[in-house]
Structures are given as C-alpha cells and as structure tokens.
C-alpha cells in the first residue's frame, strides 16, 4: 500500500482557487488510481475526482466539472486537483485516496479505497 499526505488547502473568497497536491510514498505510484473524495460537516464523504493509472482517463462528479482539474506526476509520485471558481458549497474536508486497479477503472465508492491521507481543509468565503 501507498502512504498519502495532502497539502494545499485554505481560506479563500468565492471565485478564488486552490491547488491541491498528494504526495504518496512508495515506488509503485502508477498502480494505482487516485481520487480525490470530500466531506462537509453534517455530510456523507463524497467523490470529487478520479484518475486512472496512466493520467488519460478522468472522472468528475458533476457539480465541480468545469470548475476542476485532477491530474497527476507518476515519476513524482503526486496528484493535484486545481480546483478554480471556488463556491461557498465546496468547503470540505479534501481527502486523496488509492486504489490498485488496471487500465481505466477508477472507483467512485470511497468503501473500495485502501489508502486515504489525512485531509486538508477548504474553506470558501461568500
């Protein structure tokens, strides 16, 4: 399994955006599809973005397509998510996930992930 740390969250005004970066651990990084999943207070954790082993395939949740970008550095070992054009409903706890897959699958159910970071915080002021 991979070790993941996010980085990149913060405090920001509505319109603004943020960089999200997970950095994993490990020396087999592109075995593995990447999400990034969130959770609000109150709320279920929700899945935001995937992306398949290789970089071409990614998936979004509809209520940020357009808005967001996942991507990833497999000789870096890191994900991003450029998140732009930040609304009040995207605070959340952020979190990156794993999951050993093959070719283009990338999960959506977070119960299917075996390594998750430890979460940043994104906050986005009306």
């Known amino acids: 399994q991979v070790q993941l740390g996010e980085s990149g969250g913060g405090l920001v005004q509505a319109g603004d955006s943020l960089r999200l970066s997970c950095a994993a651990s490990g020396r087999t990084f592109d075995n593995y599809a990447m999400s990034w999943f969130r959770q609000a207070p109150g709320k279920e954790r929700e899945f935001v973005a995937g992306?398949?082993?290789?970089?071409?395939?990614?998936y979004y949740v509809d209520s940020v397509k357009g808005r967001f970008t996942i991507s990833r550095d497999n000789p870096k070992n890191t994900v991003y998510l450029q998140m732009n054009s930040l609304k009040p409903q995207d605070t959340a706890v952020y979190y990156c996930a794993a999951k050993r897959t093959f070719g283009s699958y990338v999960p959506r159910d977070s119960s299917a992930y075996t390594s998750w970071g430890q979460g940043t915080q994104v906050t986005v002021s009306s």
């Open positions: 992306i398949n082993l290789s970089g071409g395939s990614t």
